[in-house]
């Protein structure tokens, strides 16, 4: 596909579950993005992949937060002992590669994640 | 830390109306860019602004950087139902070119 695309769309689960979020960022894009955006608020970043660069995880909440990403493609968010205050839809962005002055994102749909 | 504020939060109007869409900092960016995100997807790109008092048309959207790149509008001119949904405004900052400063966002409703 052309976009960026995200699964699952959505994903109920209990509390104390371990949940698995997945990114598949358009083709040639080397930046990937991760955000967390609660109920009518704007987006939270998590973190941030650059080609074979140590990723930037300064945005992760707690450490029940972590995120892999496999060369310049497909990343996985993993999200354990979830808390229902991880309820949230999670999204990802890709992007080319960093140069000032443009940084253009382009998103998925989201992941909308339910902890009960 | 770096802010990005959006004013107003909230806007209800009615088709056929004129709106203005603020996003304000005390940083200077080295772009600004506006996204629109509709409900169940995530926010897509309108326009990237660069140059300072930069002004840039996409048919009834307006866009304007303002002079000392700390600043941007967005005005709508007669509102359509179509352009309901939530606008984000992010700023790159110009020492940090990996990350963007996202705004809250204005939730805008526009109404037939």
């Known amino acids: 596909g052309a976009g960026v695309s995200q699964s699952p769309s959505n994903k109920v689960t209990e509390k104390g579950k371990d949940v698995e979020l997945r990114c598949d960022p358009i083709?040639?894009?080397?930046?990937l993005y991760w955000y967390r955006q609660r109920l009518g608020q704007g987006l939270e970043f998590l973190i941030y992949?650059?080609?074979?660069?140590?990723?930037?995880k300064s945005g992760l909440p707690s450490d029940r937060f972590s995120a892999e990403r496999t060369g310049e493609s497909v990343s996985t968010l993993t999200i354990q002992r979830t808390q229902q205050e991880d309820s949230a839809v999670y999204l990802c962005?890709?992007?080319?590669?960093?140069?000032?002055?443009?940084?253009?994102?382009?998103f998925g749909p989201g992941t909308r994640l339910t902890v009960l | 830390t770096q802010l990005l504020e959006q004013s107003p939060q909230f806007l209800s109007i009615q088709e056929g109306e004129n709106l203005t869409v603020y996003c304000n900092s005390s940083?200077?960016?080295?772009?600004l860019q506006w996204y629109r995100q509709e409900p169940g997807e995530g926010p897509v790109l309108l326009v990237t602004?660069?140059?300072g008092g930069e002004v840039k048309k996409l048919k009834r959207l307006t866009f304007q950087f303002g002079d000392a790149r700390k600043d941007s509008s967005l005005h709508i001119t007669a509102a359509q139902p179509g352009d309901t949904g939530l606008y984000l405004c992010?700023?790159?900052?110009?020492?940090?070119?990996?990350?963007?400063?996202w705004g809250l966002g204005t939730s805008l409703a526009v109404n037939p």
């Open positions: 962005a890709s992007s080319f590669p960093p140069g000032p002055p443009y940084n253009e994102q382009f």
């Open positions: 083709s040639g894009h080397t930046a």
């Open positions: 992949f650059q080609g074979n660069s140590a990723p930037d």
């Open positions: 940083s200077v960016f080295s772009s």
């Open positions: 602004v660069v140059t």
């Open positions: 992010a700023g790159l900052n110009a020492g940090n070119n990996r990350k963007l400063i």
